[in-house]
């Protein structure tokens, strides 16, 4: 019978614990909820209100807004210089380009003038010039 009576309170101490193990289960089920129900009556005050218990989030959406926009202002002022600087460059090429172009113009012309002293300089040895050129070379 003793065996009998171990068996009754070790069933009732097991039963006695089950119970108590599923107060304290309910207890942190309500307790949970209770704090969900504080959290979206929070944000429902806030979207009501515009204020309330998240000005803290506010506070961040505001930051990021601002930085994305700090971001933006580099971004476009930074493609404004590098346009400016694409301009002044492609004016000084501008610029250097037509300076070359004269000077090899130039260049051209006395080498071509250099070419036809040294033809009529042959043509008068050879006696090939006409008599136009003979009679300039005498003056």
Do not use: F, P, W
Not at 88 to 103: D, F, L, V, W
Not at 109 to 116: D, L, P, S, T
């Amino acid at each position: 019978m003793a065996s009998n009576d171990l068996s009754y309170r070790t069933g009732e101490a097991k039963g006695q614990a089950q119970a108590k193990t599923g107060q304290a289960m309910n207890t942190m089920k309500d307790k949970a909820q209770g704090t969900k129900d504080k959290a979206s009556e929070m944000m429902a005050s806030k979207d009501q209100t515009g204020g309330g218990g998240g000005g803290y989030m506010d506070k961040t959406c505001e930051t990021t807004q601002a930085a994305k926009d700090k971001a933006a202002a580099a971004a476009e002022a930074t493609k404004e210089k590098a346009s400016q600087v694409a301009e002044s460059g492609k004016e000084t090429a501008e610029a250097g380009k037509e300076k070359t172009g004269g000077i090899m113009q130039k260049t051209g012309e006395q080498v071509m003038g250099m070419a036809q002293g040294a033809a009529d300089a042959v043509k008068h040895t050879l006696g090939m010039a006409g008599e136009d050129a003979n009679a300039k070379r005498d003056h």
